[in-house]
C-alpha cells in the first residue's frame, strides 16, 4: 500500500490525503488535473515541500513521454534498460516466452527507435518496463495509439504481473479490461489543509 499523508502537488497547488491499496488502480480524471505530476511524485522525480509518501520505495516509471533518442537502434535501447536492473538483452528475450508475447523481436533489433511506429516504440517501453522487477509500476497513458491486439497483449501481461503479486497505478483515457480494479478520481480528491497551517492553527 502507498500512503499519500498531507501532501502538496506544486502546478496544481494542492494538498492531497489518501491512499493506494495494493493491487491495480486506475488514476481517473481529465487532462490537466496534476495526475502526471503525481506520478512524478510517486516515482521521486519532484519533490513536495510539504507531506509524506510511503510505499513508494520501490517503483519504476512508465512516463507519457518516450525520453529516448529516437536514433538508438532497438537492440541498445533494450541493453541499456535491462543493465538498469542487472540483466541483459537475454533476459528480456526470456520475459517475452515466459509471457508468450508476440513480438518479432529480432525483426526490429537493428532497427532505429524513430523507425518504429508509434505503437510498436509504445508497445516496446511498457515491456521493458514491465521486465524491471520492483513492487510498483506506475503507468501513465500505456494503452495510448496502440491497436486493440497490442492492448490486449498489455493487459494481458500486466494481469499476469499482478498475479504474481506486483501493483500498478495506471492513467488512461482507455478503458482498462482488467479484473478487480480499484478507482481513484483525481479530480475528486478531497483537499486538506498543508501541514504547515495545521500546525499553526496550533
Known sequence: MITVSRFYIKGIEKTVDFTIQNGVTFLEGDNGIGKTLFLDHLANLRKSRTGVLTGNESVVYMRQTFDFSFRLKVSQYIRFITSLDRKQVTDFKQFLEVYDIDLD????????IGMLSGGERRFLYLLTILCIEKDWYLLDE???NVDRKTRRQMMDVIQKKREEG?????????????????TINFSQLTEVEPPYLTEAAE
Not at 506486483?166 to 480499484?182: A, C, G, P, Q, Y
Open 142 to 144: 500505456p494503452l495510448a
Open 166 to 182: 506486483k501493483n500498478f497505478v495506471i492513467t488512461s483515457h482507455i478503458d482498462l479490461d482488467l479484473d478487480n480494479i480499484h
Open 105 to 112: 523481436l529480432e525483426k526490429i533489433m537493428n532497427r532505429k
